[in-house]
């Protein structure tokens, strides 16, 4: 395809028109046929019979449009296939005939990065279309390196820290249409990517200074791109309880790291559930998945339900202090007492900050002593600016995304749509410690996990596991996703997701084994196997372990 392509018809393609040609811009396309005949010159002596030229459907990520739209309930959809219609039409038709027999997701496709409830509404106004289409259609055929960011339809959503992360000199990425922070630069170097690679990047040190800053100190992270609802009413933790496989009505002033099934058991979402009073919870889930989860909330709701689910992503900053020496930071701007003993590990309360309040919980994605505040957006710059002038005394770092993903990988935590998604159950993720079995009215899928808990025991193991892989120390080469991960000199999975930890030394991943032979995976199958990752056709030697790598017995989140 053309490095750029040109929109058509953005205001409304002719109800008549199919199957029908477009007359060629030759201005634009000349340089195009020039390029193709200077490869292949035999061409500029043969001719050409017929130059079509016609038009294709392309989406904003240049992935097709499935499922069953959001707004209308039935209303099933195939669309955007992105010049590759004919190749993907067949499987694209099994997959929603599977789904609409269902009336759910099919567990043999993940669908996560094609669900229509992905997209947002902005995304379908004239401008936004016209021009992304063009972009898409380059970027089809192009080498996708791992931090490559579309530069078209950018700016668009700004958190209310946008400013001051700017100033601290970040390099933006697009995250669901917000302008992100994914690394900072130092004072006086420009945050750029120099060029795109499969290595270490130029700003490969910085992303290793936040890192460690988390892991030695303290960071601040600006989050306020996720998803985020408050969901009230008199039967707001019935309808939630339901909803979660953990209990998330309990005692109020406690958050809840909870997951949500569908009726086979299958992920359907990955989110945190605080309950802030006895009738009012607050609901926080992944970018990607904002309009998944509040259709998931309102399909399930009646007239019989006394709930209210309201998003309010736009209207909370947030802000995360992560690290050994968060307590001390948060400790000196509130007159809240925050220390362990009164602010243990999942209490969530509103602090006051200088002159603003913020909602305060105690939870974790890096593996550290750490706080999420929820910041109302008129109270965020003047929380941020009383962050930033005592965390000087605490040499405080801004942290990006990409520290983030390492801290998390490190870890083994877990983000849904990138290394678990709906063709995984609950205990194949290795996130079966989220159930409350004995909770009155049990939760959806409940029936299907406690099978499956059933069959493994009977079976003396899962047959398809999640489990976190390393490069051994110092190793060169850095992983992304999609590298094979060999046992015994034969392929068992994929890498699903990975990044660079700079705590443990070399790249980590984490990937879902599927056993080939019914044996079951277990600690022996792990210590009796030899493990290597093929990367770009080398092979190096890892180590593969269902247990997470740093701090398995999560000590340092609870001191």
């Keep these: 395809f053309e490095r750029m392509g040109a929109p058509w018809n953005v205001d409304g393609i002719p109800n008549e028109f199919s199957y029908g040609e477009i007359e060629p811009d030759w201005d634009r396309m000349g340089e195009y046929l020039e390029d193709a005949m200077g490869r292949i010159p035999i061409a500029l002596h043969t001719g050409a019979k017929k130059f079509f030229c016609g038009p294709e459907s392309f989406t904003p990520?240049?992935?097709?449009?499935?499922?069953?739209?959001?707004?209308?309930?039935?209303?099933?959809?195939?669309?955007?296939?992105?010049?590759?219609?004919?190749?993907?039409?067949?499987?694209?038709?099994?997959?929603?005939?599977?789904?609409?027999?269902?009336?759910?997701?099919?567990?043999?496709?993940?669908?996560?990065?094609?669900?229509?409830?992905?997209?947002?509404?902005?995304?379908?106004?004239?401008?936004?279309?016209?021009?992304?289409?063009?972009?898409?259609?380059?970027?089809?055929?192009?080498?996708?390196?791992?931090?490559?960011?579309?530069?078209?339809?950018?700016?668009?959503?700004?958190?209310?820290?946008?400013?001051?992360?700017?100033?601290?000199?970040?390099?933006?990425?697009?995250?669901?249409?917000?302008?992100?922070?994914?690394?900072?630069?130092?004072?006086?170097?420009?945050?750029?990517?120099?060029?795109?690679?499969?290595?270490?990047?130029?700003?490969f040190p910085y992303w290793q200074d936040e890192h460690k800053a988390c892991r030695e100190n303290v960071a601040l992270f600006d989050m306020s791109f996720m998803s985020k609802f408050m969901v009230e009413g008199n039967d707001a933790g019935d309808f939630l309880n339901r909803l979660s496989t953990a209990n998330v009505n309990g005692a109020s002033g406690k958050i809840t790291y909870t997951q949500w099934l569908n009726d086979g058991g299958y992920m359907e979402a990955d989110l945190t559930i605080a309950k802030l009073q006895e009738t009012k919870f607050f609901v926080v889930a992944t970018d990607t998945m904002q309009n998944h989860v509040l259709a998931h909330m309102r399909r399930r709701l009646t007239n019989q339900k006394h709930v209210f689910v309201h998003d309010v992503t736009n209207s909370f900053a947030q802000i995360n202090l992560q690290g050994p020496n968060s307590r001390k930071l948060l400790q000196a701007i509130t007159s809240c007492d925050v220390s362990n003993e009164e602010f243990p590990f999942r209490k969530a309360a509103e602090i006051d900050i200088g002159y603003g309040r913020a909602l305060c919980t105690r939870i974790t994605y890096v593996?550290?002593?750490?706080?999420?505040?929820?910041?109302?957006?008129?109270?965020?710059?003047?929380?941020?600016?009383?962050?930033?002038?005592?965390?000087?005394?605490?040499?405080?770092?801004?942290?990006?995304?990409?520290?983030?993903?390492?801290?998390?990988?490190?870890?083994?935590?877990?983000?849904?749509?990138?290394?678990?998604?709906?063709?995984?159950?609950?205990?194949?993720?290795?996130?079966?410690?989220?159930?409350?079995?004995?909770?009155?009215?049990?939760?959806?899928?409940?029936?299907?996990?406690?099978?499956?808990?059933?069959?493994?025991?009977?079976?003396?193991?899962?047959?398809?596991?999640?489990?976190?892989?390393?490069?051994?120390?110092?190793?060169?080469?850095?992983?992304?996703?999609?590298?094979?991960?060999?046992?015994?000199?034969?392929?068992?999975?994929?890498?699903?997701?990975?990044?660079?930890?700079?705590?443990?030394?070399?790249?980590?991943?984490?990937?879902?084994?599927?056993?080939?032979?019914?044996?079951?995976?277990?600690?022996d199958f792990i210590k009796d196997g030899s493990w290597s990752i093929d990367v770009a056709g080398n092979v190096y030697p890892c180590k593969v372990s269902l247990r997470p790598l740093f701090d398995p017995k999560n000590e340092k989140i609870k001191l």
């Excluded at 010049?83 to 759910?104: C, M, Q």
């Excluded at 946008?162 to 697009?174: C, G, P, T, W």
């Excluded at 060169?476 to 991960?485: A, D, I, N, R, T």
Aim: charge should be negative; charged fraction near 25%.
């Design 367 to 523: 593996g550290e002593l750490g706080y999420e505040l929820f910041i109302p957006v008129e109270f965020a710059h003047l929380i941020y600016q009383n962050i930033i002038e005592v965390g000087e005394e605490f040499n405080l770092k801004h942290a990006g995304l990409r520290a983030l993903g390492s801290l998390r990988m490190e870890k083994g935590y877990r983000d849904y749509g990138h290394d678990m998604d709906n063709t995984d159950t609950l205990l194949e993720t290795g996130l079966g410690f989220t159930c409350d079995f004995k909770k009155s009215n049990g939760f959806i899928g409940m029936e299907s996990v406690l099978m499956l808990k059933d069959q493994a025991k009977q079976q003396g193991g899962l047959l398809k596991r999640m489990a976190q892989v390393f490069l051994h120390k110092d190793a060169e080469p850095l992983l992304h996703h999609g590298e094979v991960l060999l046992r015994n000199g034969e392929a068992i999975s994929e890498i699903r997701s990975a990044s660079y930890g700079h705590t443990l030394g070399g790249a980590v991943g984490l990937t879902m084994l599927e056993s080939k032979n019914k044996e079951p995976i277990t600690k």
């Design 61 to 203: 990520d240049g992935c097709p449009i499935v499922g069953e739209a959001p707004e209308l309930k039935n209303y099933y959809v195939a669309a955007g296939m992105n010049s590759i219609g004919i190749l993907t039409g067949g499987g694209l038709g099994k997959l929603l005939a599977e789904w609409i027999n269902a009336k759910r997701s099919p567990d043999s496709f993940d669908v996560t990065g094609i669900n229509i409830d992905r997209f947002h509404k902005h995304q379908s106004n004239r401008n936004y279309r016209a021009d992304r289409v063009g972009e898409i259609l380059g970027e089809t055929y192009k080498i996708h390196f791992p931090d490559h960011s579309l530069s078209t339809c950018r700016n668009i959503k700004r958190s209310a820290l946008h400013a001051e992360m700017k100033k601290a000199n970040a390099y933006f990425r697009d995250v669901s249409g917000w302008e992100s922070p994914s690394w900072f630069a130092p004072s006086g170097v420009e945050p750029i990517i120099e060029k795109e690679h499969f290595g270490k990047q130029s700003f």
